[in-house]
């Protein structure tokens, strides 16, 4: 009997399976919408399909053991599919763990400036990756242990919905149609799974299962008819939201490395950020970078930076003077900005180095060692500040007598990942092997990527992963700002030469000494630490004319100076190396300073002496971290009811049996329940006789309790005559002592998951 229930239960079964694989492949597709290109749409259906065979694989065993599995096999994908650098043979190790913790840091950064379609950037594919592979596991739970088709459906929808909100094309009716048809197999085959309780349902003669069964397939049909049409005659159809809840605000510019920086250059209407009037001691325009911030790691595949959201600055009360490494003669460029559009983002733009800045918010955050400055907040549309820098522009000959020590002197800034090819080292010292010098040596790299041999483009695809340099460098020699840089600064380092990344603007379009930026000048370039002068820029892209490069500069040393040593625009500057001079700082910031009694005010900690607080936190986040908290009391609130609604639901079913046959099968629901919670319940189509002799294979019970109270219900439920009230009560005990003997069999650990098993 057992074997052919079972030989009747595989085709049920696997038309299940078949449904819910169908239902993770269209979501996956749908999903994958979000990405641009076909490549992370085809490992999304392989996270998802993998997903299901590790959920099918222990549909059986409990629901924590799968779920621990489950955990272990998503970190196994991760590392296969986003971070396959950080992997040994496929499998996952603690750099893959370190991969996935940054990646975490930067995921809310790049949801917010990323627009769908977006790259697939590793934060954001791994958040796909997660979510796709957690909804696919859930449906599987809800639909097969559960036996919930429609709430199977609600995860993978969630998905579908999110990508059909992000996208400027809305939903699509061929993704649309394809998810209602599996969502509708997956309630068709949980139908068959029902039904087969009631006898037979596949028969050798492959006719049509019943009447039933065709208008069963004339509503989906209909359904699915009317779910894809519907729509689009529905008033509003494709209209704006009466309220937008969306927490990005899309009048704010985001510059994010690297991505972002290419989607504002392929912006076809470029927005005006901010307005730098420039100058220098003569009041004579200066134009130079407008630097943000820095990004000195690298992983083998993306550059990032070792203090994004700036936790690790100091918090210092403006006016304020910053100490910096240049030499004291080097000329000062007076800076006064007025932002233009609202940035999303809190860096300041300013000229590097900065030497004093004052803002009209009180304090910032100041990293020493990135050379950045951060606000409070983000920087909306009005504000003006003031920044005075140093203009350093060291001659050709002055940087061929600087000397380096060994890399290791340098620590991070040198750092190159084992997993970066031996060929770019190789490349590195062919173009260098000329090279009298490690500033010849570095300047034998940024003008071979200016020689022409290299085009700069922003219609390429950006690439995530090591080999993706030396393609760059030996064929396709095309690229926008993020592959020169990234090039350029690997090499360097290659040479065991400190370098890392900087992503900032081009000087904008001037009128006479102001200068206005729009997403178009967003920028990334290369800067190289030459001891004695600091962190100076070189610029390898082949895009237009660049701002420091003046002739006879160590930038373009082969030309002669056209102007008089001495102006910033000659980039003069000798002397050895000191701190800030107050006495050079002329201007709006002299005034500042001279009218300000705590200006030489110089925090030694995080937070600014005199109790300046740091920067006030975000209401979003404070929001989330309420909400979060709200999340959790009610999830512990829940897992902790869980044992007590299952208690006091189970005394009721007995309570409430008035009759003797009632009471008999309700004291047998309720040791079922209870040995369900130890993963020993009754399995579908699974008698109650076949139901004890399995119990018995793995339970010793004492003095035939399970066999009393299995003929009991076998009687209450088959016979036609009723149980003796007598016999109605003693099977509440038998069950009682069954219930004592599963848990005793059981361990500590089966008893305590089982507790918490949300079924009853």
């Not at 590790?54 to 799968?66: C, D, G, I, M, Y």
């Not at 620590?411 to 062919?430: C, L």
């Not at 040393?557 to 056209?562: C, G, K, L, M, T």
């Not at 005199?610 to 989330?624: D, F, H, R, T």
Request: charge should be positive.
């Amino acid at each position: 009997m057992a074997a052919n229930q079972e030989s009747l239960d595989r085709p049920q079964h696997l038309a299940g399976l078949l449904a819910l694989a169908l239902l993770a492949l269209t979501t996956a597709l749908a999903f994958g919408r979000a990405y641009q290109q076909h490549g992370p749409t085809w490992r999304l259906v392989a996270t998802a399909l993998a997903s299901l065979a590790v959920a099918t694989l222990f549909e059986r065993r409990s629901l924590f053991l799968a779920s621990l599995v489950s955990a272990a096999a998503l970190l196994l994908v991760l590392g296969l599919l986003v971070f396959p650098t950080t992997t040994w043979h496929g499998l996952a190790l603690g750099r893959t763990l370190h991969a996935i913790r940054d990646a975490l840091g930067h995921v809310g950064q790049q949801a917010r400036v990323q627009v769908a379609p977006t790259p697939p950037v590793a934060p954001l594919m791994m958040a796909g990756v997660t979510a796709v592979w957690t909804a696919v596991f859930s449906a599987h739970a809800l639909a097969v242990r559960a036996g919930s088709p429609l709430l199977a459906a609600l995860p993978p929808a969630a998905l579908v919905g999110f990508a059909d909100t992000v996208l400027e094309d809305g939903a699509r009716p061929v993704y649309a149609i394809a998810f209602l048809i599996a969502v509708l197999l997956v309630v068709f085959a949980d139908g068959l799974r029902r039904i087969r309780q009631w006898g037979p349902v596949w028969g050798v003669s492959r006719r049509r299962i019943s009447a039933a069964g065709q208008g069963a397939q004339r509503v989906a049909l209909v359904a699915v008819a009317v779910a894809a049409l519907a729509p689009g005659i529905l008033p509003g159809f494709r209209s704006g939201a009466l309220i937008d809840f969306s927490t990005v605000n899309r009048g704010s510019v985001h510059i994010d490395p690297f991505v972002s920086i290419r989607a504002e250059l392929r912006r076809t209407d470029p927005v005006d950020l901010f307005r730098v009037t420039s100058t220098d001691a003569q009041g004579k325009p200066v134009p130079t970078y407008w630097r943000l911030y820095a990004l000195d790691q690298f992983d083998g595949a993306t550059w990032k930076s070792s203090d994004p959201e700036g936790e690790h600055a100091r918090v210092l009360a403006t006016p304020v003077q910053l100490a910096g490494a240049f030499p004291a003669s080097a000329p000062v460029i007076q800076q006064r900005y007025e932002i233009l559009a609202d940035l999303g983002d809190r860096w300041l733009p300013m000229a590097y180095p900065p030497q004093l800045v004052q803002v009209p918010f009180g304090t910032i955050r100041f990293d020493q060692d990135l050379t950045a400055a951060m606000a409070p907040r983000s920087l909306p549309a009005g504000t003006e500040y003031v920044v005075d820098s140093r203009f350093v522009s060291p001659t050709p000959e002055e940087l061929d007598r600087v000397s380096f020590g060994p890399p290791s002197e340098y620590g991070q800034a040198t750092f190159v990942p084992t997993d970066v090819p031996a060929q770019v080292r190789r490349i590195a010292e062919q173009w260098t092997a000329d090279a009298a010098s490690p500033y010849r040596k570095v300047l034998a790299i940024q003008d071979r990527f200016l020689d022409g041999s290299f085009h700069y483009s922003v219609n390429v695809k950006p690439s995530s992963d090591a080999n993706a340099i030396v393609t760059f460098l030996t064929k396709s020699k095309t690229g926008f700002c993020q592959q020169f840089a990234t090039a350029m600064a690997v090499m360097v380092r290659e040479l065991g030469l400190p370098s890392r990344v900087v992503v900032g603007f081009l000087p904008g379009t001037q009128s006479g000494t102001t200068f206005t930026v729009s997403t178009e000048q967003a920028h990334a370039w290369v800067e190289v630490l030459f001891p004695g002068y600091g962190w100076l820029p070189f610029d390898p892209t082949p895009r237009g004319p660049k701002p420091l490069a003046t002739p006879g500069s160590y930038l373009q040393p082969d030309s002669q100076p056209s102007c008089a040593p001495g102006k910033p625009a000659c980039g003069a500057s000798s002397g050895s190396t000191s701190g800030a001079d107050t006495g050079a700082v002329t201007g709006p910031a002299r005034k500042l300073l001279a009218t300000d009694p705590f200006r030489l005010t110089r925090p030694t900690g995080r937070r600014a002496l005199g109790g300046v607080p740091p920067p006030a936190e975000s209401g979003y986040l404070a929001l989330y971290r309420v909400l979060l908290i709200v999340l959790a009391a009610i999830a512990l609130a829940l897992l902790a009811g869980i044992p007590s609604v299952k208690w006091l639901w189970r005394r009721a079913v007995v309570r409430r049996a008035h009759r003797p046959n009632e009471l008999v099968l309700a004291a047998y629901r309720v040791f079922d329940g209870e040995a369900a919670d130890l993963g020993l319940g009754r399995a579908p189509g699974e008698t109650l006789g076949e139901h004890r002799e399995r119990l018995r294979r793995t339970t010793r019970f004492a003095d035939g309790h399970l066999t009393r109270l299995t003929d009991l219900a076998t009687r209450a439920a088959y016979a036609r005559d009723e149980v003796s009230a007598e016999d109605a009560r003693a099977a509440v005990v038998e069950a009682r002592a069954a219930i004592r003997d599963l848990r005793r069999g059981a361990g500590v650990a089966r008893r305590t998951v089982g507790a918490f098993r949300p079924g009853i």
